[in-house]
């Protein structure tokens, strides 16, 4: 069968019909993943093909060279694939060139440094950005490595340090913006955080230069893509007769709210769906509360039930009925939501999209990196119900059967989390404490109430002795 490339585009599928000659990068992207390709890329390409060729993207890999390896032979041009009662194909374009950070730091560099690059984004999770309780961990191994010498940087922050230094020094009267795209909170201000840091040790006039020309901000992201396997590949072959190596597949619904505070030149993804406002914090805090919180709740029992995905999981009424009351009684009183949303209409609508049966996402995907995602997911919302004297039965369930998760996936050797050594030191202790305290949830007040943990403990053990199902069913009596 034929590979898929420029020279052989199936005639039956919908594709790009812009000149990726004269498309030129406009956009950096850091962390070239399904999430990436499967959304912002969408918006660019359909601004590409409105004619706006100056924003192709070039991306960059901060780690393997396995996504340039796929792309590169079929000329960066993917298949993404909608799934739902309808299955749509798209030949997608809009990628230029992939560059493997570890492999070519200095190109890295140089295209974040030429003039012609007005957006820099990011997809490359919680881990990436080495946070601890929500702030920069200025004693990361890494960062801390760069704040001694920046030769040789190998996290988002030193790379963008360095070409900040080189664009002030060979483009200074060029403007740069630099936009978060990962379910974090305040991801902009985290980015500048770093950046600064090694700026105002490597070179203070940069640093100065930044702050008129360098911008920082922030967006809110939302689409479901889950892990490619060969079940998609093989259904792009039936589909458009073409063998593709990493194409992407994504639920109909996608959304980008974004920061309207650019310092230069501005994309039109207003006009291809995408919305600016001024304040992006209430968009950040209601996926971050709702439907990643949400989405971390269902998969972990759903884990524990010996479920694969997370459709499977929400058959169960158990699990079911108790990630929607979660988020009823101890979510939605506790996390506002936008002026235009309504809590329990957004409630509903992210369970129904997690039940997309047509489109199957790992209960051990959501799960990846659970010890980082909770201190944005869960962590404040508990925070905030606890000030005002609120009891949390639903979270402290959900506390302990993360412990439990974090255990269980330890012994089948399915954990994939950056704290997995601690973990594992601690795989025979039962004590919710040391877990807890792994994923820095001692910056957090509900670590010291003692109330709440001792109830987490209660139900730790209960779902080691009795089973997740049973404990569920015990607790919704």
Same mark, same amino acid.
């Given at each position: ?265 501005? !994309? /039109?993804?207003?006009?291809?769906? +995408?919305?600016?406002? %001024?304040? *992006?914090?209430? &968009?950040?805090?209601?996926? $971050?509360? #709702? ?46 939501? !936008? /002026?235009?949303?309504?809590?329990? +209409?957004?409630?509903? %609508?992210? *369970?129904?999209? &997690?039940?997309?049966?047509? $489109?199957? #996402? ?116």
């Amino acid at each position: 069968m034929i590979r898929l490339s420029a020279s052989n585009l199936p005639e039956n599928i919908r594709h790009y019909h812009y000149d990726r000659n004269a498309m030129t990068t406009g956009i950096v992207h850091f962390g070239i993943g399904n999430f990436h390709r499967a959304h912002q890329a969408i918006y660019v390409d359909d601004l590409l093909n409105d004619g706006a060729t100056q924003w192709g993207i070039t991306g960059v890999s901060l780690r393997s060279s396995s996504m340039k390896d796929a792309l590169a032979p079929q000329d960066y041009l993917y298949t993404l694939v909608t799934l739902s009662d309808v299955t749509e194909c798209r030949i997608m374009g809009p990628l230029k060139n992939i560059i493997v950070a570890p492999d070519q730091p200095q190109a890295v560099i140089d295209i974040i440094a030429a003039p012609t690059t007005k957006l820099v984004s990011s997809t490359i999770t919680e881990k990436g950005y080495g946070l601890a309780s929500g702030r920069v961990d200025v004693t990361h191994p890494a960062l801390k490595s760069e704040f001694a010498c920046l030769q040789a940087p190998t996290t988002i922050y030193g790379f963008l340090a360095r070409a900040i230094i080189q664009r002030f020094k060979t483009s200074a009267d060029s403007k740069l913006t630099i936009m978060c795209c990962d379910n974090i909170s305040a991801g902009g201000d985290l980015l500048k955080v770093g950046v600064e840091h090694l700026l105002r040790k490597h070179n203070s006039d940069a640093l100065l230069w930044s702050q008129d020309h360098i911008g920082f901000i922030s967006s809110m992201v939302d689409r479901v893509s889950p892990a490619t396997d060969e079940t998609l590949r093989n259904l792009i072959k039936i589909k458009t007769g073409r063998l593709d190596a990493s194409p992407v597949s994504a639920e109909p619904f996608t959304q980008w709210i974004i920061e309207d505070n650019f310092a230069g030149e501005r !994309p /039109a993804f207003d006009k291809v769906g +995408a919305v600016f406002v %001024d304040d *992006i914090e209430p &968009f950040e805090q209601m996926k $971050l509360r #709702y439907l990643n919180a949400g989405h971390t709740i269902a998969s972990t029992l759903g884990y524990l039930c010996g479920d694969t995905y997370v459709h499977e999981s929400l058959r169960r009424p158990e699990i079911l009925n108790f990630t929607r009351q979660a988020l009823y009684e101890n979510v939605l009183p506790h996390a506002a939501v !936008p /002026a235009g949303y309504v809590g329990a +209409a957004y409630i509903e %609508d992210v *369970i129904k999209r &997690f039940q997309n049966s047509h $489109l199957p #996402y790992a209960n051990l995907q959501v799960g990846t990196d659970s010890s980082q995602k909770i201190q944005q997911r869960w962590f404040p919302t508990i925070d905030r119900a606890l000030r005002s004297k609120a009891s949390l039965p639903y979270f402290e369930f959900c506390l302990g059967a993360w412990a439990v998760f974090i255990q269980r996936s330890i012994i089948n050797n399915e954990l994939s989390d950056p704290k997995k050594a601690a973990f594992k030191e601690i795989i025979n202790t039962n004590d919710i404490a040391p877990y807890l305290k792994i994923a820095n949830a001692d910056k957090f007040i509900f670590y010291n109430q003692t109330v709440f943990i001792k109830a987490v403990n209660r139900y730790a053990q209960k779902i080691r002795e009795n089973g997740i199902k049973q404990t569920i069913i015990d607790f919704e009596c």
